[in-house]
């Protein structure tokens, strides 16, 4: 297997901070979420969209009837000509054939 590059939106660190905070099993207390979130970081795989980014977000949103949320990381996908993985089988059921070329669900690496 090659190399993998990953992109996130800055979006991402709040979500995942609040996934492990309300982690139904796992328990951490602060000092090792912000390590999680410090760490995340350092990987620097975030980016922030530009504004055509942004209008494609919102392009995306509407046109898929999608939360800006989701959207956003389908825009990074298609401006970045990447895919966006995800483990929300109902989003990617619920999108268009246009826009699942943009997605990959988790399901697949299993």
């Known amino acids: 297997m090659g190399e993998v590059e990953l992109l996130s939106p800055r979006l991402m660190a709040f979500e995942?901070?609040?996934?492990?905070?309300?982690?139904?099993?796992?328990?951490?207390?602060?000092?090792?979420?912000?390590?999680?979130?410090?760490?995340?970081?350092?990987?620097?795989?975030?980016?922030?969209?530009r504004p055509e980014g942004w209008a494609t977000v919102f392009e995306l949103s509407t046109g898929e009837d999608i939360s800006v949320y989701d959207a956003v990381y389908l825009a990074l996908a298609v401006e970045s000509e990447a895919l966006f993985v995800t483990a929300d089988?109902?989003?990617?059921?619920?999108?268009?054939?246009?826009?699942?070329?943009?997605?990959?669900?988790?399901?697949a690496f299993t």
């Open 16 to 49: 995942v901070a609040n996934a492990l905070r309300y982690h139904p099993v796992i328990r951490l207390d602060a000092s090792d979420l912000v390590l999680a979130v410090t760490t995340l970081g350092d990987l620097s795989m975030t980016v922030d969209l």
């Open 89 to 107: 089988v109902k989003l990617w059921n619920g999108l268009s054939d246009e826009s699942r070329k943009h997605v990959l669900p988790l399901s």
